[in-house]
């Protein structure tokens, strides 16, 4: 039996733009546009109406932009299983770090090419963060590199288990599932285990949020060698 589709809901307040993608993803058999939203209260309703794998989000939308469109999105439980992907042309430090916050797994400029932007859908969809190197270094540089002493972040840190602390470092380094596995010699499906764990305790939405948390609370810092 083929794996299903993976089925994504377009959301740019430009027509063309949303064409070009409707005809990108449509021509991928593992893609399926299931919807198309011009302004971030359409977005947020079609949402919910059509449960989408993944919201191709862009940032600068009428009514709702596209950062409170993923905050509604992201505070949801019954949207839970859909993820977001934050496309746009204003790949700024300030709107990196917001995306992040608001919910958002991914985020990448509009200058990506096709091939880049269709791994990053699968990606994000798969439960992965990701982020462009760009805006991953203005990230870190500016708005992660402050610890944050906000008691909640420090009570959820104190939660995790010594190994689950070794994990969220390793996620805040971008590896991924199999990676952190070859590092703490354990096998992918117990790597899985521990970044899951980590981020219910955590309230994490997605290994984005775990990047946010590690970086802000002081676990991680920059050149720390993580």
Same mark, same amino acid.
């Given at each position: ?5 993976? +089925? ?9 733009? +949303? ?57 949801? $439980? ?35 090419? $096709? ?31 402050? $610890? ?14 010594? +190994? ?18 070859? +590092?703490?010699?354990? !096998?992918?499906? !117990? ?30 810092? $920059?050149?720390?060698?993580?």
């Amino acid at each position: 039996m083929s794996t299903p589709p993976i +089925r994504v809901l377009l959301a740019d307040d430009q027509a063309l733009l +949303r064409g070009t993608f409707r005809l990108l993803l449509d021509s991928t058999p593992d893609l399926e546009v299931v919807g198309e939203a011009g302004n971030g209260r359409e977005v947020v309703k079609l949402a919910e109406e059509l449960r989408p794998d993944l919201v191709l989000m862009d940032i600068r939308m009428p009514v709702l932009d596209g950062l409170q469109a993923t905050g509604l999105i992201a505070a949801d $439980p019954e949207l839970a299983g859909v993820k977001v992907l934050i496309l746009t042309t204003f790949e700024q430090d300030e709107y990196v770090a917001e995306a992040l916050r608001a919910g958002a797994g991914g985020f990448l400029g509009k200058g990506v090419d $096709p091939e880049e932007l269709l791994r990053a859908i699968r990606t994000v969809a798969g439960g992965e963060s990701l982020l462009s190197p760009a805006a991953t270094r203005a990230l870190i540089a500016r708005f992660l590199a402050q $610890p944050s002493d906000t008691p909640i972040v420090s009570a959820r840190l104190d939660a995790l288990t010594a +190994r689950e602390l070794e994990v969220v470092t390793l996620v805040a380094a971008g590896l991924s599932n199999e990676d952190i596995a070859g +590092r703490l010699f354990v !096998t992918p499906l !117990t790597a899985k285990t521990h970044v899951n764990r980590a981020m219910t305790k955590l309230g994490a939405r997605d290994r984005a949020q775990v990047v946010v948390i590690a970086y802000e609370s002081g676990l991680v810092r $920059p050149g720390s060698g993580h």
